[in-house]
Nanobody
């Protein structure tokens, strides 16, 4: 079992920045792909970014590429999502999730999920 707790969400103005954290307990994240996802009520959940378990490479949705950066702090068993140049359309509940021994983060194939943190981008 892996327990995931997201934090760092909040209200920010367009163009602003936030850093989300996903703290894991129960197992080390070293052998897990970790993904960030987001969901707006009434809409499909979408993948935002992913770190692979094998080489730590990252991938991003086109909608956030160049604005969001995902990183992992192994010693803290935590992953981060630095979000810059935020737009109103980034407003959503953001979730982190893990998948063991994977290089991808399939939306409906992740093993463990956090409860999410709300990001609201509004003036």
């Amino acid at each position: 079992q892996v327990q995931l707790v997201e934090s760092g969400g909040g209200l920010v103005q367009p163009g602003g920045s936030l850093r989300l954290s996903c703290a894991a307990s129960g197992r080390t994240l070293d052998y897990y792909a970790i993904g960030w996802f987001r969901q707006v009520p009434g809409k499909e959940r979408e993948g935002v970014s992913c770190i692979s378990s094998s080489d730590g490479s990252t991938s991003y949705a086109d909608s956030v590429k160049g604005r969001f950066t995902m990183s992992r702090a192994k010693a803290e068993n935590t992953v981060y999502l630095q979000m810059n140049s935020l737009k109103p359309e980034d407003t959503a509940v953001y979730y982190c999730a893990t998948r063991a021994f994977s290089d991808t983060c399939p939306n409906y194939g992740m093993d463990f999920w956090g409860k999410g943190t709300l990001v609201t981008v509004s003036s």
